[in-house]
């Protein structure tokens, strides 16, 4: 690598020629004070890790919240094991048992915190801050202080949504879609905090920070590609990410709108989604104010179906990157996987009322949107087949990255499976509402999501912190979680056609759910197990950090260019120059020793029926002579 | 053999007592078995992709870069399978739930819920509705918690409107529609053996209609998120015979009749006041 060419793309030519000093230095801005470094930094990967930091915290409370909820329904009104005597007079009744208001409480705040605060900052905040430079060859975002209010605002929404814990009434119990009437009406005079007001400010906040981040996505990904980079040549990874910062930017102000209106609503006791004569204890709002409560399930699924995808593109590329390296194959069909994702991306916006079938909305509008849901299905699909096909004819390595992306693609297929049956608006009359949607959100959120996540996490783990994390503690995690993760959410599909309700405390009342009472309990401990099999990956994140392998600069073999980068990179990332010569995924070509060829390393190439065929500059006939 | 049911999604349902509950479950059914399909078939690759190409320190991938041949033909066959299933499914739909295909009603029930339970009018011996919330948006000012349904009292068919709480009788073999809403937050009126689920939402009536075949004892549930006793929302409900139908609601018809003898100066009174005493 001697040629000496600036890696940035000319609309940052000005910007990066005064900058040119820095390259090849770890310790560039060594002047800065520590805070600006560690707390106030503007370099992407600090902001990556205050991401993952702040998310994996999260990860425990809402994993606790969820045992709580499991252990009450399992053995409603008996106190909560070991600790139920300990936990706060506000949670439990005096003997520890779960306290009913409460158990609403963490039906809400589990579903909040995982998707607010742990999938969305760590699928977009964490894996985008730190991905999109990097693999973009790049020294940082294009607007890093923007950057860095995107991750400052996610703290403070954090602690605004569980300082509820001190207000009258305790958290947001309206769940985690908050649908008006209950969401609106609190039983207390106007200008009254309550936990739901404080769920609306964090949730304000935090789609603030998304919006934030996505833009600064976008203008990078357009802006700030090294040079020769085409967008054609961006790895999966990267286009999943700037689809996704498209969603969030066309999509998160809506949900920005949607909370404005609720707030006032909530707060100043407006009428936007509440009808007049309402009762409720008081009547509440202006007489005259004739709002529409499914108003609100519109606005707010117009974000949030979108929002589904927002936690699952990002990883479809994580995972894709993962299986192409360990399968040292370039990906089937990259361009058919570019434009599913766009695919998907698209039909997702106009798919939001299967969230409403039962709503009362126009069963008219049932018809059209079941259609266009069901169409979603193939892109899906597509992306499935061609994750199969990368996989034929490789040469697999099982790494602990390559088992959790692996889990990804099969758990995603039955959560896709489990997606048709909700999709067809006849047999979503039942199902509607009832575990079989928990288990389908959980199939494609935990099985797909949060396995992307796990997967990412230890494939770039050692280019965030120069280390090693260990593979034997990461397989113990893997496959106990994957054991219980399974354990935990298949049963849910038959305790849901057994009819079980969500977010209800106590099945037990219920004569038609007595046959699925064992089902209720096998979960329970099937959860708890999987809880605590989460305690292999902190140990391992934390243990490796210290004691790990040092990691080389391209441990994995692969293509793409953060691999280029130093193993622990400082501000500015690169040593080098990087100019990129082909596609990311360029595994295994003819003609060539290393079964591997990186994006920055020279060398021609012709592409001769869907096979990459070296060229030998001196003798240029060989590769066609052969073929 | 209860064991097996463990392998057998479809075994689960609560048993089906209406007359569109089959078609629902046969669909989820088709489904369920494509679905079945498509799992062994997607897990059977790749389990075969996963032992066969596994790591071979004497072998390299195979370079290649896709098709479009195979890439067509895997985006042109569910695009066929999944169309399939939105058109089919698309005829039940519309014959469940399409406003204009509610059949002719046998027998019109007013439900309403609330914070938490479920409250059920009935038109009486007239078989008529007076002016009520339903029948008159204006009102709706009339509702209160003891007159959930804004009954006007001096309507003179409103009389003997009689309304159940927490439960409600249907004869069997007839086509009951009901007109659903709330007074306070979203419900959802959610009969497991009917396989009827519908939303209601204050302000606003929805149309829900079922026709049962098989007489019995039955639970009403909630299943739209209602606040803190929204698990505790719990009903019953009868599907009766005719004759049996016949008595009870004779019954409540004389009960109405007897409330309102004694006291001829009942208009003056609430209407509410009539209704509820048992």
Redesign the interface.
Known sequence: MSTAVTHSSEAEHAEHAEHAHDHGHDHAHHDLPWYRKYVFSTDHKVIAKQFMLASLIFLFVGGAFALFLRWQLAYPGQPVPVIGTLLPSQWVDNTGAIA??F??QL?TMHGSIMIFLVIIPLAVGMFGNFCIPLMLGTDDMALPRLNMWSFWLVPPAGVIIMSAFYVDGGYA???WTS????SG?INSPTFTVSGQTLWLIAVFLIGFSSIMGAVNYVTTVLNKRAKGMKLFDMPLTIWGLFITAIIITLGTPVLAAAIAMLFMDNFFHTSFFL??????HTRHGIEAG?G???LWQHLFWFYSHPAVYIMILPLMGIVSDVIATF????????K?MVFAIAGIAFLGFIVWGHHMF???M???L??TF??ST??I??PS??K???W??T????????TTAMLNA?AF??MF??GG??G??M?????D??????YFIVAHIHYVLFGGSLFGIFAGIYYWYPKMYGKMLNESLGRKHFYWSFAAFNATFFPM??IG???H???????S????LK??EGWNKFVTIAAIILGFSQLFLVINILWSLKYGKKAPRNPWRANTLEWAAPPHPGHGNFDRDIVVYRGP??????GREL?YWPQWEPGKSI?VH???IVVDEKQESNAFGTH | MDFLKVFDMLAWFPENISTFGGDLDALFAIIYYISVGIFFLTFGILGFFLVKYRYRPDRRGYNYHGNNIVELTWTILPTILFAAIGLYSDEIWERTKYSKRVPKADLEILVMGKTFGWMFLYPGADGKFGRNAHNDRSARSLITLDNPFGIDSNDVYGKDDFFVENQFKVPVNANIVMRGSSVDVLHSFFLPNMRVKQDVVPGTWMNIWFNSFKPGHYEIACAELCGTGHGGMRGQYDVLSKTDFDKWSDSKNAEMLAAQTPAPMASAEPAVADSTKK
């Not at chain 1, 995924?585 to 003819?590: A, N, Q, W």
């Open positions: 009913q208001d158990y609403y039906v119990a309206a769940g649908y008006p009437p209950l009406v009808p007049d004569n309402l009762i409720a004739a529409q409560p499914v399968s040292r194959k370039p990906i089937y069909g990259y058919a039962q709503s009362g126009n069963p008219l049932g018809t079941m259609l069901i169409v299905a193939v699909s597509i499935v087949f061609n199969l096909g996989l034929w004819r490789g040469n697999i390595k099982f692996l693609v099969s297929i039955i499976l489990s048709v049956f999709a067809s608006a006849p047999v009359i039942y199902i509607h509402d009832t599909h038959i056609l057994g009819g309700m969500r977010r209800i405390h106590d099945p009342i219920y004569e038609f046959p699925i995924y360029e595994f295994s070509v003819e079964d592409s869907h096979h990459t």
